[in-house]
Every structure is written in C-alpha cells, then in structure tokens.
C-alpha cells in the first residue's frame, strides 16, 4: 500500500476556474503536509505547507488538511495557464530525520 | 532559485562508468537530503546528512551509491558501475531542521542518462 495517495490526473481545467487537487496519507501521526509544484523537466518548487487541522490561505493557494481522515488538499483559485504542472503532495516521516514521502503527483492542465 | 546548487545538471554515461553529483546547500542549513525522481513518479528518498553525519539511507541506495558531506557544507553522491536502471533525476534538497516545521528547498536536479 502506497503511503502517499495522489490521483494522477490529468486534471483539466478551463482559465479562471477553480482547481482542486487532493492527497491521502497512510501514517497516522504525520504532522507535516506540503504541497510541491513540479514543471516538466524542472526540480520540485514548495508552494504551501500546513500543520494544523483546518485551512491555509496564501494568495491563490489553499491547503486544507484533515487528519482524522488522513486527507490533505490544495485549492487553486482563478487557474491560469501557468498553473499547468505536475502537483506533488508531500509527508514529513516523523521520527527524527523529517525525510518526505511524496505521492506521484497530479498533473493539472489550465486551458484558455 | 532557492539557494540549493547542482552539478552538473545533465550527466551522459555508458554503462559501467562510475559518475558523481555535487550539491551545494543553503548555507546555513545543517541538514542536507537527496532524492531520486524516475518519470511520472515523485521523489523518493536517499539518504540524509545532518551536518557532517549521515544518519540514515533508504533501501533503495544499493552498495553502489555512497554519500559524503565532508565538514558539513558540500555533500557529493557517487554511483559506481552504472546500470540503465540508475537513469533518473537525482535530487538534493537542505532544510535548517529545527522542528516538525522543517521545510526542504530542493535544488535544480542532476539528470543521469545511463546508455
């Protein structure tokens, strides 16, 4: 069983709209959730982290984290066409070396 | 750019070659992570250095792979008889590691193409 769940998407969806991308985890007492956006052929770049229960606004960006369901979520308001990337969920392995444990990632594709 | 150098970007070798990556952290980060990214995967974990010491490494870094991070700043990863299953991105990322809020800044990426 994976430990980081993504849907792989392709996600499509038109300019302006909103985007949703989702992410489950399997480790119970993670306590540390970011989210990566990835362009074809480049490194991964941070976009949010969340720690607490609720949701976490920045700019276009929210992350939502649930962790009685073990769900993590990131919203993307007004998509633009250089929103289209690949989106990697990520999670902190606690236990002292705060290694990630990413999903495959959703790939999101903005149209005009 | 997030502070996090690699060298070289792209590495070309032939099977059986030995090769070596670079990294250069953040300067003030103590911890210093690497990752390998096959396509349409994400990162998956190496091994990690807080400071000079190497503290853990996954299963997947074979005998062939070895780290060092000499005095703390630069860390290298070698990989010694290539085989075409090694082609991947070769990710390095540094943190400062003082909490769970510890985020990584992953550097541009080192592509190995294995012939």
């Known amino acids: 069983q994976k430990e980081v769940e993504q849907n792989s998407g392709p996600l499509s969806v038109p300019e302006g709209a909103i985007a949703s991308l989702n992410c489950t985890y399997s480790?119970?007492?993670?306590?540390?959730f970011f989210w990566y956006r990835q362009y074809s052929g480049k490194s991964p770049e941070l976009i949010m982290s969340?720690?607490?229960?609720g949701d976490k606004e920045d700019g276009r960006f929210t992350a939502q984290l649930n962790k009685a369901s073990q769900y993590v979520s990131l919203l993307i308001r007004d998509s633009q066409p250089s929103d289209s990337a690949t989106y990697l969920c990520?999670?902190?392995?606690?236990?002292?070396?705060?290694?990630?444990?990413f999903g495959a990632g959703t790939r999101l594709a903005v149209h005009p | 750019d997030t502070g996090v150098s690699q060298d070289p970007r792209h590495k070309i070798t032939k099977r059986g070659q030995n090769v070596t990556f670079r990294c250069d952290p953040i300067?003030?980060?103590?911890?210093l992570y690497w990752y390998r990214q096959t396509l349409g995967q994400g990162p998956e974990f190496l091994t990690y250095?807080?400071?000079?010491?190497?503290?853990?490494k996954s299963r997947l870094l074979s005998d062939r792979f070895s780290a060092e991070r000499p005095k703390g700043s630069f860390s290298t990863l070698e990989i010694q008889r290539t085989e075409q299953g090694d082609s991947a991105m070769y990710l390095c990322?540094?943190?400062?590691?003082?909490?769970?809020?510890?985020?990584?800044?992953f550097g541009p990426g080192t592509r190995l193409t294995v012939l």
């Open positions: 990322a540094s943190s400062i590691g003082t909490s769970v809020k510890d985020t990584q800044y």
């Open positions: 480790d119970r007492v993670s306590q540390s």
């Open positions: 969340i720690y607490s229960n």
């Open positions: 990520a999670v902190m392995v606690t236990g002292g070396y705060n290694k990630l444990i």
């Open positions: 300067s003030e980060h103590n911890r």
């Open positions: 250095f807080q400071n000079e010491a190497q503290l853990e």
